[in-house]
């Protein structure tokens, strides 16, 4: 093992000084070298910044995502495979512009015989360029690292795990719908080559793709899969009348109701009271951040009834799970944000969402709601590798808006997943809801420093300035925490990001 990490790390060297010109280590049709070596681009990361891309592996050109390519042949020595191997090729964006790429890669594996390897690669942004890798968890021998059902396209294995369950014919049903729906789509792009029904094409189909991968690798549970039909049933209806709208971001609701006048509404068969949120090259996804977002906004405006709506539908949408004999659950998200594999949890949901569940179960006296607002709050407890979400940092526990970066601490999200926190403990008086509000304050009240630059606010400990909307949050946010804890560090904060404003020309904040 350690001679073949010094012979890989010496032709890597060798190259990078340009000593010899090795393209690939694969072998295309000599039968001797018995094992088959397959490359498959995976659906994460950078990739949905481009509507095309054609990259090349040896002589092979792949240019689909989550597909299996044979790319060639290798030979083992003593149990050992190393495989180097050069991609190139080109990336276009969804605006046309095309963007080179080349990258020299490298990985050994254990294989033997007649064995089959898979290689995943994925596509990153790394210092304003955009570089390849492997993906290390997703590549191995297929049939023991690597499922076989790699092979299989997503709508292929989502029936074939569906079937013997109750979402099987109906799930055909959308599945039948939404190819229709994308033929169509795909029809017109390459009549017009515009990149809209392009991108509008891989939009409605995300939702198959993406589920469809989950379901390469595992079974999926009853939740995953009242999820996927809902938002299946979403982007049909969608699409059988748009194409995607010009922005991320954008919310769609099947209902009249919404606290916001931007948000796009469509009558259909298909009714919801809930919103979807688009991102490019996903769609429209169920995001429990916002849903939980707009029923606070409706208790806010004493709108009791359209909250209720929301949460009740939300509801079904929990996950229940058991630690340290305690039951939790999780609103946890099915579409990739920035390098999110999928599924990931946001504190702001667990947090929010136990506050808002507990004002429903004050107002109805339905115990299910008080249920799923105790054990969101029991999902504080869950460790990073449980989905868990809260990061124990030199500033005191964060709770992390985004639980696949740990790293990254969003002051908005936290300040937000505290006030549920606190509405939870206003209604039940419970002593963990409130040690968990504590600990999150003096966390705030610890890091502050680091999201002022001396001019502005920061979204983030990573991110540069905030938006003007996330500065002015931030201000409100920061009240609030002074307003329940009497805390006039926070409201000396909250009045310096005021003055940002007022330097900058900008009308202030009431506080």
């Not at 049903?173 to 029904?197: F, G, P, Q, S």
């Not at 989905?387 to 964060?398: E, I, L, P, Q, R």
């Not at 790293?407 to 002593?431: F, M, P, S």
């Amino acid at each position: 093992m350690r001679l073949t990490r010094i012979f890989i790390i010496s032709i890597i060297l060798m190259l990078s000084l340009g000593c010899i010109s090795v393209e690939t280590s694969f072998h295309f049709h000599n039968h001797n070298y018995p094992i088959k070596v397959f490359v498959q681009i995976e659906e994460e990361d950078a990739i949905f910044e481009f509507a095309k891309f054609e990259l090349t592996v040896g002589n092979v050109t792949i240019d689909k995502l989550n597909t299996p390519v044979f790319v060639g042949r290798v030979s083992e020595n003593n149990g050992e495979v190393p495989i180097i191997f050069t991609v190139k090729g080109s990336l276009t964006n969804w605006y046309g512009k095309k963007i080179k790429i080349r990258e020299l890669l490298s990985s050994s594996f254990n294989a033997t015989g007649n064995d089959k390897i898979l290689i995943t690669l994925k596509i990153y942004r790394e210092e304003g360029t955009f570089r390849v890798k492997i993906d290390e968890k997703k590549s191995g021998i297929i049939g023991r690292d690597v499922p076989e059902e790699v092979f299989l396209n997503p709508e292929e294995v989502l029936l074939q795990r569906a079937k013997g369950t109750k979402f099987y014919e109906e799930l055909i049903k959308e599945i039948e719908k939404n190819k229709a729906i994308r033929d169509e789509l795909l029809e017109k792009y390459e009549r017009t080559e515009n990149l809209t029904y392009l991108k509008s094409y891989r939009d409605s189909f995300y939702a198959i793709r993406v589920f469809g991968e989950l379901a390469k690798w595992r079974e999926l549970n009853e939740v995953e899969y009242k999820i996927l039909l809902t938002e299946l049933k979403a982007n049909n209806a969608y699409y059988s009348y748009y194409p995607s709208p010009p922005k991320d971001f954008s919310a769609l609701v099947f209902s009249d109701d919404s606290p916001y006048y931007s948000t796009l509404k469509i009558k259909d068969s298909f009714n919801s009271s809930l919103p979807f949120i688009y991102y490019t090259g996903r769609g429209f996804n169920l995001y429990p951040v916002t849903a939980i977002h707009w029923a606070e906004m409706y208790f806010q405006r004493e709108q009791n009834k359209k909250a209720l709506q929301i949460l009740k539908e939300l509801s079904q949408y929990a996950q229940y799970g058991e630690y340290m004999r305690e039951e939790y659950v999780l609103f946890k998200n099915y579409f990739h944000f920035e390098n999110a594999s999928v599924p990931w949890v946001s504190g702001y949901a667990q947090g929010m969402g136990a506050g808002v569940y507990a004002i429903a179960y004050n107002l109805t006296g339905n115990e299910t709601y008080l249920r799923i607002a105790k054990s969101l709050v029991n999902s504080f407890d869950l460790p990073l590798n449980m989905n868990g979400f809260v990061s124990h940092t030199k500033y005191g526990d964060w709770y992390l808006e985004y639980n696949y970066n740990s790293n990254e601490l969003v002051l908005n999200g936290h300040i937000i997943a505290l006030q549920g926190l606190y509405y939870y403990w206003q209604i039940t008086h419970d002593e963990k809801a409130w040690q968990l509000f504590q600990n999150g304050v003096h966390a705030v009240r610890n890091a502050l420093p680091i999201f002022d630059t001396g001019s502005w606010s920061k979204y983030s400990n990573i991110h540069g300035d905030a938006s003007e909307f996330y500065h002015r949050l931030h201000i409100r946010l920061l009240k609030w925490l002074y307003d329940v804890t009497g805390d006039k560090y926070f409201l000396e904060y909250a009045r310096k990001w005021n003055d940002y404003l007022m330097i900058r020309g900008l009308k202030p904040e009431k506080i």
